[in-house]
């Protein structure tokens, strides 16, 4: 086997989304940014460590959101408090249809990009 994981998640934001993306990421959801390798800089965009796999957002021009069933699910400690959370910060919030073993909801970040939210039950 060739793949012995996942190095990183990419979305796209509007130019210029770095403070919301802080915001969000940091401020609402609690990852801790990482620094940008010097040769990425200057393309914009924020860096974060989700545990073992990164979450790079980047600025893209015109770009849009994939469908509506395009997603990143990220394992979370109390799915509940988080989505209280994100509701009382203003964030779109949508329930997930059950799955057996599992607390989960759906949330959208500033610029549309949809996020699974799972906890073990």
């Given at each position: ?17 770095e403070p919301d993306a802080r915001a969000f990421y940091i401020g609402l959801l609690g990852l801790d940014e990482i ?36 997603h990143v699910a990220l394992r979370v400690k109390n799915a509940e408090a988080l989505r209280r959370k994100l509701q ?34």
């Amino acid at each position: 086997m060739f793949i012995s994981g996942v190095h990183h998640i990419q979305l796209t934001a509007p130019p210029g989304c770095e403070p919301d993306a802080r915001a969000f990421y940091i401020g609402l959801l609690g990852l801790d940014e990482i620094p940008k390798p010097r040769s990425l800089q200057d393309r914009g965009g924020v860096w974060f460590r989700t545990g073992n796999c990164d979450l790079h957002i980047s600025p893209r021009e015109n770009d849009t959101p994939p469908g509506t069933n395009w997603h990143v699910a990220l394992r979370v400690k109390n799915a509940e408090a988080l989505r209280r959370k994100l509701q009382e910060a203003g964030a779109r919030i949508d329930p997930a249809p059950e799955i057996p073993g599992w607390k989960r909801f759906f949330g959208y970040d500033p610029f549309g990009n949809k996020l699974e939210f799972l906890e073990i039950a």
